[in-house]
């Protein structure tokens, strides 16, 4: 059992900029990847970013171009979210996954931690 620690949710003004932290305590495979998720009031949690082992990305199209997911050491146990030109709708709830792309029992998420984005 892994321990997955999100922090850097808060209230920020329309078009601020947010970093979200992931850290997380078990054992980096190759075949894991490190994932930010959201779930806004009545909507389904949807994916907004992830990193694989390797540093390969993948982004959500409703944050493309805004937001940077990086990785701040190799064994990736830590990593950020980088948020830009927040917007209203991106106000929600965002959850880190991490899990093992070949082994269905190593899927583990966070607390989640609330972003607000408001006047």
């Known amino acids: 059992q892994i321990q997955i620690v999100e922090s850097g949710g808060g209230l920020v003004q329309p078009g601020g900029s947010l970093t979200l932290s992931c850290a997380h305590s078990?054992?980096?495979?190759?075949?894991?990847?490190t994932g930010w998720y959201r779930q806004a009031p009545g909507k389904e949690r949807e994916f907004v970013a992830s990193?694989?082992?390797?540093?390969?990305?993948?982004y959500a199209d409703s944050v493309k171009g805004r937001s940077t997911i990086i990785s701040r050491d190799n064994a990736m146990i830590t990593v950020d979210l980088n948020l830009n030109s927040l917007k209203a709708e991106d106000t929600a709830v965002y959850y880190c996954?991490?899990?093992?792309?070949?082994?269905?029992?190593?899927?583990?998420w966070g607390q989640g931690t609330q972003v607000t984005v408001s006047s």
């Open positions: 078990g054992t980096i495979y190759n075949s894991v990847v």
């Open positions: 990193i694989n082992r390797f540093g390969g990305t993948k």
């Open positions: 996954n991490v899990k093992d792309l070949w082994r269905s029992d190593y899927d583990y």
